[in-house]
């Protein structure tokens, strides 16, 4: 895997649109805040799924894309209480088993969302098809994938404003990666041409 050539489609792309990114991510950080937390996991499936549709088809991101995925708001719920219960555990037990169990867990399911809104796939398939993902050999890849989305991440909620700019270049980070190995993944058309000249 080319890191530095993900890298640096995520940044062009994200300033290619930074204005709507900007808006979609702060409009998404305020529904979160507003409900509570109860819609983060299904409008974070609109926002990558709106991020994928702008790096893959030039697709300017808009506001309604946040709420386009609702038909998965229970397993998404779901998924995210799992998450977050299997997190807490971590850090009750230690600090530094709750970070493991927090970066394990985007390790293997970095890319779910992405699978299910565009590929319609269930939750469990979902999950099973990120791990698959994430541990195509070289697994080294998939560690740098993660390093540096958690340092963006991260970046983005020590600066608040920071938040803004990083989240949808990490975002754009793991959609460039996750084209790749789906892309990889796919077998390629069968030239139905070839078969009759051969027969």
């Known amino acids: 895997m080319d890191f530095k050539q993900h890298l640096q489609l995520a940044w062009e792309t994200t300033l290619q649109f930074i204005v709507p990114v900007i808006l979609l991510t702060l409009v998404q950080i305020v529904v979160i805040i507003f409900s509570f937390g109860i819609l983060a996991p299904v409008t974070s499936a609109g926002y990558m799924q709106s991020l994928l549709l702008a790096l893959r088809e030039g697709r300017e991101p808009k506001m309604g894309d946040l709420f386009s995925e609702m038909r998965l708001f229970l397993p998404?719920?779901?998924?995210?209480?799992?998450?977050?219960?299997?997190?807490?555990?971590?850090?009750?037990?230690?600090?530094?088993?709750?970070?493991?169990?927090?970066?394990?867990?985007?390790?293997?399911?970095?890319?779910?969302?992405?699978l299910m809104t565009d590929r319609n796939m269930?939750?469990?398939?979902?999950?099973?098809?990120?791990?698959?993902?994430?541990?195509?050999?070289?697994?080294?890849?998939?560690?740098?994938?993660?390093?540096?989305?958690?340092?963006?991440?991260?970046?983005?909620?020590?600066?608040?404003v920071a938040v803004l700019f990083t989240q949808p270049l990490a975002s754009f980070l793991v959609l460039s990666v996750y084209r790749e190995r789906t892309e990889q993944s796919t077998p390629p058309p069968i030239d139905f041409d070839s078969s009759v000249k051969g027969a």
């Open 122 to 160: 269930g939750l469990l398939d979902a999950v099973k098809e990120s791990w698959r993902m994430a541990v195509r050999t070289p697994v080294s890849d998939q560690i740098v994938l993660v390093v540096f989305y958690l340092l963006l991440m991260s970046l983005g909620s020590s600066i608040a």
């Open 76 to 114: 998404l719920f779901v998924f995210g209480l799992l998450a977050m219960i299997a997190t807490s555990i971590g850090f009750m037990l230690l600090i530094l088993p709750g970070f493991a169990v927090a970066a394990f867990i985007v390790f293997a399911t970095i890319y779910v969302m992405p």
